[in-house]
């Protein structure tokens, strides 16, 4: 088949060919201008509660399907999860490039940086509870500095 | 530098397997998903933009990880994904088009090849492709709408509808509605190239594709510039031999279509296209296509 014969097809037809009326988008939500995505906040108000309760439904309909699977998960006495099955092949093999050594170096560290942050967090906690209690003291002298004036 | 060719297409068009035979082309050098352009800044895919939360951001980043992996480390394992976070480190503030621009010229002579769905998703974007690369070529890639949307239906729930905010929204009731998702981004995609410069476009249809590919796949290299002799279509036709055509490291796992990673293979047939009134298999109401989206079909060949 040649160019000019495949290009008079209608499936494979040069564009600037094509006309080009006009068109309105169908969302509902308008564009943002600088984004160039529909913006949900500019939806009426009505329209807005009725999208949020479908993306209400959808978030609570995953979070259980989530939950379904964890539940599975568990049940199965530590059967692979259905979430990550099509990672492996037919023969629970997984992809070739993907060792076992890597998968137990990756685990180590997340479990390395969980616990790296969980002692950030643990010692600002303690830092925060500290800055507290000398707040509450500076304020509690300076009210009774006042009162004293008074 | 070699001009790149971008896939433009809503999700489940066809892209990751033509975006894979196309960069088996001897000439060409097929990426996986980067991304690049959803952000400004190269940081901004790790920090995040307004309305996108971690985890897609993660994954979001595992085409960029795998790509750099390949070209600057010859291999994807877990240390040249190490390597190409310290290469993205050090270049966090470039302007993505600058990134990619840096990628494209270490690929040369070979043409980048690339998808990234969500680049259709807002005009900016596209033009931002268009900004980096002037002399870049664009192939819109088409599927019918029926089956686009049932297919985008059928992955994580339908989430990509939510997305691009395709809600069909009356008096009393909301839906997710995928035709409009359909709708809309083709026509981003045809607002988009009405700013380009009509021999670096080109219209086809995946389902042509998919029927009669070495005729497809050949006008597709004459388009590109590139050789159309067998020995090059014979190459196309192999898309599981690309280095992305499975899953990454597991540090840097997808990058592309999961569907398309466990099953690269590409096995010839010809697509079935049903009517444009056909029921709509995620509508149990019985509406049909909006009268605007079949217009759209017809121009774009399907009846």
């Not at chain 2, 992996?69 to 470039?94: C, K, L």
């Not at chain 2, 339908?158 to 909301?174: L, S």
Request: charged content about 25%; overall charge negative; hydrophobic content about 45%.
């Amino acid at each position: 088949m040649s160019d000019d014969a495949l290009h008079a097809t209608p499936d494979a037809a040069a564009v600037a060919e094509a006309p080009k009326p006009r068109r309105e988008r169908l969302s509902p939500a308008p564009v943002d201008p600088v984004t160039g995505r529909p913006d949900p906040s500019l939806l009426k108000p009505h329209q807005a509660a009725l999208r949020q309760a479908v993306v209400d439904a959808f978030n609570a309909k995953k979070a259980r399907k989530f939950l379904q699977k964890q539940v599975h998960h568990i049940s199965a006495n530590r059967e692979l999860a259905d979430g990550i099955k099509f990672l492996f092949d037919e023969h629970g093999r997984p992809p070739g490039n993907v060792p076992l050594e890597d998968i137990i170096e990756e685990r180590r560290m997340v479990e390395y940086h969980v616990m790296w942050i969980e002692g950030v967090l643990s010692e600002m906690r303690h830092r925060l509870i500290k800055i507290r209690e000398v707040e509450d003291y500076a304020l509690d002298m300076l009210a009774r500095s006042e009162h004293e004036n008074d | 530098m070699s001009a790149p060719l971008f896939l433009l297409a809503p999700p489940r068009s066809y892209t990751s397997l033509v975006n894979a035979m196309l960069g088996q082309h001897p000439q060409a050098f097929g990426l996986p998903e980067l991304c690049l352009f959803n952000v400004e800044r190269l940081v901004d895919l790790w920090v995040g933009v307004e309305g996108e939360n971690a985890e897609r951001g993660a994954m979001a980043r595992h085409g960029l990880m795998r790509a750099v992996a390949e070209i600057y480390g010859g291999e994807q394992s877990a240390a040249t994904v190490n390597m190409a976070r310290a290469w993205a480190s050090a270049r966090e503030d470039w302007d993505t088009g600058r990134v990619f621009q840096e990628i494209v010229a270490r690929l040369h002579p070979l043409v980048a090849v690339e998808k990234s769905p969500s680049y259709a998703i807002a005009v900016p974007r596209m033009r931002g492709l268009l900004k980096a690369f002037p002399d870049a070529r664009f192939l819109h890639l088409i599927r019918h709408p029926v089956a686009q949307c049932k297919s985008v239906m059928a992955i994580n729930d339908g989430a990509f509808t939510m997305k691009v905010n395709a809600f069909e929204i009356d008096e009393d009731y909301a839906i997710m509605e995928p035709q409009i998702a359909w709708h809309d981004v083709n026509l981003n995609i045809l607002e988009f190239l009405e700013e380009v410069p009509p021999a670096q476009q080109l219209r086809m249809r995946g389902e042509d594709i998919m029927a009669d590919p070495r005729t497809h796949l050949a006008a597709i290299a004459r388009w590109a510039g590139l050789r159309d002799d067998d020995e090059a279509i014979e190459e196309m036709m192999h898309p599981e031999r690309s280095p992305f055509a499975c899953f990454g490291p597991i540090t840097a796992l997808f990058g592309n279509d999961p569907n398309f990673l466990s099953g690269p293979t590409f096995r010839p047939h010809k697509p079935k296209i049903p009517p444009l009134d056909t029921d709509l298999p995620w509508r149990k109401d019985g509406r049909r296509l909006y009268p605007q989206v079949v217009e759209l079909a017809n121009e774009f060949g399907y009846v």
